[in-house]
């Protein structure tokens, strides 16, 4: 069965067919300007389930994504409490800490994780195009995007562009030719009135400007929001891509824009495929760092574990809205330890005298193959995870029933369903089976490999140069790669 998605560009499923034998895949990352919230995981979980399936389907993805780690919420942190003293520490603070939860959510790792600090020079000659082909223009040292050179603005989110209100404050719009016009560089560093829009009301406020800036043909100043996206994702993925992924609440402004301003500038097709994921409600509201409503990444798998919060996303597809509640995660915590005690059941009784090479349970047998099957099919329909995770708990029940049943075991349907826990489970689903699953496994490996690395280099510092390279090569073959540089060793998990 092919893979079809629901694109949001043309508001219908499509089958998928990549524009070559890899996958681009785009995710539009975090402001990091305050702690993740499971609002976000959502987004990074269902996004890692995407990049999983499409390689478990033989194709090659190339993952990118992005961090903004500069805005006007960021700089509106500057001096709080211990986030440091300027816009680009406030960013590395919680940039951090999002990495630590990400790990912790046993995501796969991005191909990279580019920041917009890092890719000024690539937003500037973008710009620098848009204004040299007549779509953009510069207006007291900022640079807005003119809408009504691009014909097909509002494609994505089906606005019509003189229905469009003002994308800005007072001060911009005076600035602009066209309300819906939209910024592509900031002159000047963040005001304090932008500042105190985001700064919190017990803190004393911000009286200068603040933010980094740069030089550019337009004076100092700094990108807009949009426009990053963008210039990153096409450093990195070229002009075109597969898959553009985005929460639903970024269709518009921000992914609007982000097609008008790439396809203004290349005469090519931005994004082949839009998906959006719904948002996490929490009592009735979106959850949202804004509100206060949130739950943290950090907090969550304290709590829960890496596998209960997993579990949870993977009870609702990726484009509908989903609620969390007290219920809700407990019903993943019932699902989870039904899966593990499933797959443990199956585990010990493989290994057991009781398990047989010629008792034939025709009925597991059979529930393997389909549930096999069934997840395929259901994964094709645009990643639908919770017909995928109903077959996986089908197939505990089956096991269940199958040891419950039987007097003697049938070695091979237990150990096929073993493998199915482990690939559909753990490969595609990211769940940790036979694994503690507490969120903390990660941390403890890289604190052990980053040990060995430690004796690794006193044995070179002591000549010892036979004894480094084979601990080196013992961590290779338990899928550690070490990379040897000047500033020391550094490693990843491949």
């Not at 993740?36 to 995407?50: E, K, N, V």
């Not at 094709?380 to 029933?401: H, K, P, T």
């Not at 403890?444 to 004894?467: C, K, M, P, T």
């Amino acid at each position: 069965m092919t893979l079809s998605v629901t694109n949001t560009l043309s508001g219908e499923r499509e089958d998928f067919e990549p524009h070559g034998d890899d996958v681009l895949l785009y995710v539009c990352g975090l402001t990091v300007s305050d702690d993740a919230h499971l609002g976000h995981a959502r987004l990074w979980m269902h996004s890692d389930i995407m990049h999983r399936w499409l390689e478990y389907e033989g194709y090659d993805v190339h993952h990118v994504e992005n961090f903004t780690d500069v805005n006007e919420k960021i700089a509106a942190r500057i001096g709080e409490d211990d986030l440091g003293d300027d816009e680009p520490a406030v960013a590395e603070h919680f940039m951090s800490d999002v990495i630590r939860d990400m790990r912790g959510l046993n995501l796969k790792r991005a191909e990279v994780y580019p920041r917009v600090t890092e890719h000024i020079p690539e937003i500037i000659d973008l710009i620098q195009t848009l204004v040299d082909r007549g779509h953009a223009y510069e207006s007291n040292g900022s640079v807005y995007f003119d809408v009504t050179t691009f014909d097909d603005y509002g494609k994505l989110s089906n606005q019509k562009l003189d229905e469009l209100q003002s994308q800005a404050d007072t001060d911009e719009r005076s600035e602009k030719r066209n309300a819906a016009d939209f910024a592509l560089w900031k002159a000047g560093a963040v005001s304090p009135e932008e500042a105190a829009e985001h700064r919190k009301s017990h803190l004393d406020p911000i009286t200068d400007p603040c933010g980094e800036t740069w030089d550019s043909p337009w004076g100092e100043g700094r990108p807009g929001w949009h426009i990053e996206c963008s210039a990153m994702s096409m450093t990195h993925l070229g002009e075109t891509i597969d898959i553009h992924v985005g929460g639903r609440d970024l269709v518009f402004p921000h992914h609007e824009n982000e097609i008008a301003q790439s396809e203004a500038a290349t005469g090519q097709t931005f994004a082949r495929y839009w998906l959006h994921v719904g948002l996490l409600q929490t009592e009735g509201d979106k959850m949202s760092s804004s509100l206060g409503n949130f739950f943290t990444v950090s907090d969550a798998l304290s709590e829960f574990g890496a596998d209960v919060i997993r579990t949870f996303y993977l009870s609702t597809a990726y484009g509908s809205e989903q609620t969390y509640s007290e219920e809700t995660i407990s019903e993943a915590q019932e699902r989870w330890d039904r899966l593990e005690r499933a797959y443990e059941a199956a585990v010990e009784a493989c290994d057991s005298p009781d398990s047989r090479t010629k008792v034939e349970a025709t009925d597991l047998r059979e529930t393997i193959e389909a549930t096999r099957e069934n997840v395929r099919a259901a994964m094709n329909d645009d990643f639908n995870v919770r017909e995928a995770m109903a077959e996986l708990l089908g197939l505990a029940s089956a096991v269940n029933r199958h040891l419950a049943d039987a007097a003697l075991y049938d070695y091979r349907a237990l150990r096929e369903a073993i493998e199915t826990f482990e690939d559909i489970g753990g490969e595609v689903f990211g769940l940790s089976f036979g694994a503690a699953g507490d969120g903390g496994d990660v941390t403890i490996a890289e604190d052990l490999v980053q040990l060995v690395l430690d004796v690794r280099e006193a044995e070179r510092e002591a000549g010892n140069w036979d004894r480094a390279d084979s601990l080196r090569d013992d961590l290779a073959a338990l899928g550690v790669e070490v990379e040897d540089s000047d500033d020391g060793a550094t490693f990843r998990f491949e």
